[in-house]
């Protein structure tokens, strides 16, 4: 078990002399919790028993440090007596790759944002738990298929060409993409798409991150609704209105139409909530809204302007007769009465165009 020869390699790599290294056993070079299995195959080899001729340890220099090894052995004579043979490649490095390797697998495993990576043709490779978790599609459903697996189409082919161009141009891309869930519910993911290059530069893979922010996007979608609805009717208010005016006005001067706007004045509305009470009248002011929003095109716009005064937009008009015409339908449709609660409810109404 006595070192008789030793390469400049070998001493560099533990820091002996040569002379040191041959005052030394196989027990001061191996690491303790490695001892028992080296001596085992060392004493199996010079025995002649079938023992691996690789294998993976750990040495120790001479102050005390480890270093991984990939050991390959072999019997051999010296000076004439068995001896063993060891070659010892360092292995510190590719450790250390390892170990990262390890770190990052674990992190697109664990990580709770959906990770996909695909090639350059956009086929999928590789998709991690999290998305599988968010999209109900498996690994296995996703592997060799291409990410419009999750697309809802409520994004037009405009969107997709800008993010083709801008990946393929070796930028990241980031945005809010609407996905359909493999149940058919519609998500909202927060995702960048990364472009993966080579050493020689081009491009071979992509990379994509995202995190499920539907609810986020639903709560503010909720609050831009009721920052600009009217609480009783859901009918646009004043803010929208005046938005929709001012675009509307714009469009006309571009293609030299009309907007025509109406303000419609309801009478005996305060007589019902004075006589009624003021849940009969609010009633009977969805009502209201309901058919009024019966007589208008679809693309016009109906807004509750506060109290019982309502506003209609009437977006694209030709000449003054058709407003005149929907003006009139307006005023016939107050004519039938409202029904609520066991009462029978007229209104009135009058009309500035």
């Known amino acids: 078990g006595q070192h008789v020869f030793a390469n400049e390699r070998l001493l560099r790599m533990l820091g002996y002399t040569a002379a040191e290294l041959r ?26 028993k079938d023992t691996p001729n690789v ?29 063993g043979l060891l070659f010892l490649h360092d292995i510190s490095e590719r450790r ?22 695909t090639d350059r043709d956009g086929v999928i490779e590789y998709v991690n738990p999290a998305f599988e978790g968010i999209t109900g599609f498996s ?17 037009d082919q405009a969107f997709y060409q800008r993010l083709w161009e801008i990946i393929l141009g070796g930028a990241a891309f980031s945005e809010v993409f609407i996905n359909r869930r493999k ?32 609810d986020r996007v639903q709560t503010e979608e909720r609050l831009q609704h009721m920052a600009q609805h009217d609480a009783l009717t859901d ?6 209105l005046l938005d929709r005016l001012s675009q509307a006005l714009a469009r006309a001067r571009w293609h030299e139409r009309n907007v025509a706007v109406m303000f419609i004045d309801l009478d005996r509305c305060k007589t019902i909530n004075d006589t009624l009470g003021h849940e009969i009248g609010d009633r009977l002011l969805q009502r209201l809204g309901e058919r009024l929003g019966r007589c208008v095109r679809e693309g016009d716009t109906i807004a509750r ?25 307006l005023l016939d449709a107050l004519l039938p009465p409202f029904q609520i609660d066991g009462h029978m409810l007229y209104v009135t109404g009058s009309i500035g165009i």
């Open 96 to 117: 250390r790759s390892e170990d990262q390797m390890r770190k990052l697998s674990r992190a697109l495993e664990q990580t709770a944002d959906a990770v996909v990576i």
């Open 235 to 240: 009918l646009p208010n004043r803010v929208l």
């Open 183 to 214: 149940d058919g519910r519609l998500y909202y993911e927060e995702k960048t798409i990364t472009p993966l290059k080579d050493e020689a530069g081009p491009i071979t893979h992509f990379v994509s991150t995202g995190k499920d922010v539907t």
């Open 305 to 329: 302007f506060g109290g019982d005064e309502f506003v209609i937009l009437l977006d694209d008009i030709a000449t003054e007769a058709d407003v005149g015409h929907i003006a009139q339908k």
């Open 139 to 155: 690994r296995d459903e996703t592997i060799g298929r291409k990410p419009s697996l999750v697309k809802s189409d409520r994004q």
């Open 55 to 83: 294998y993976e340890s750990v040495f120790v220099t001479k102050d005390g440090q480890p270093v991984p090894v990939e050991v390959t052995a072999a019997r051999t004579l010296w000076q004439g007596e068995p001896a």
């Open 23 to 48: 005052a030394t056993g196989i027990k001061e070079l191996v690491h303790p919790d490695e001892y028992d299995q080296v001596m085992q195959r060392f004493e199996d080899r010079m025995a002649g």
